[in-house]
Structure formats: C-alpha cells, structure tokens
C-alpha cells in the first residue's frame, strides 16, 4: 500500500503561482510513475502531468510552459510547480501513484485562481 498526502492548494489571484506537494510514504519501492491530476466542478478528472522513476516528465497541452512537476527520492515527494496561474486551472489537484498494476490516489487539494 502507499499512502500519498498532498497539500499546498490555495486562493491565488490570476497570474500567480503556487507550488503543490505530494509525500509518499508506505510501500513505496517500485512506483512506476507518479502524475498530478486535476477535477474542476462539473468536469471530469484531468491528467495535468507525470513523472516517471527515471525522471522523464510529460505535461498537458493546457499547462505546458506553465507547470513543473518535480520530485525529490530523499523526501519521497512529488512537486507541481504552478506559474502564470488562469481561472480555468481552478479544481481539486489529486497526487497519483502507479506501482505493479495498482493504482494509488491522494485525497486531493484545493486550488481557486480568482482575483
């Protein structure tokens, strides 16, 4: 089992920036990637970027340029680094974990860009 814990959500004005953090802790040996996702009221969960063990780094049209996903092996944590932030990036941001064929989610935290 792993467990993920993500924080850092907040209020942000339109062009600001916030930085994410998702711990991993428990079994944490063999994850094959970790991603960020992201659900807006009414809208289905989103992929918004992923890392793999190695560190290959993929992003989504929508954020690309703008977000940064991160991880530190020492701490066992992920990070999402968020500039130039638009209300339309406004949603719950879920930590995600894949290891051996399982599937590991975060409880999620709030990000609300709005001036």
């Known amino acids: 089992q792993v467990q993920l814990v993500e924080s850092g959500g907040n209020l942000v004005q339109p062009g600001g920036s916030l930085r994410l953090s998702c711990a991993a802790s428990g079994s944490i040996f063999g994850i094959d990637f970790m991603a960020w996702y992201r659900q807006a009221p009414g809208k289905q969960r989103e992929l918004v970027a992923t890392?793999?063990?190695?560190?290959?780094?993929n992003y989504s049209d929508s954020v690309k340029g703008r977000f940064t996903i991160s991880g530190d092996n020492a701490k066992n944590t992920v990070y999402l680094q968020m500039n130039g932030l638009k209300p339309e990036d406004t949603a719950v941001y879920y930590c995600?974990?894949?290891?051996?064929?399982?599937?590991?989610w975060g409880q999620g935290t709030q990000v609300t860009v709005s001036s």
């Open positions: 890392i793999s063990s190695g560190g290959i780094t």
């Open positions: 995600h974990a894949a290891q051996a064929g399982h599937r590991y």
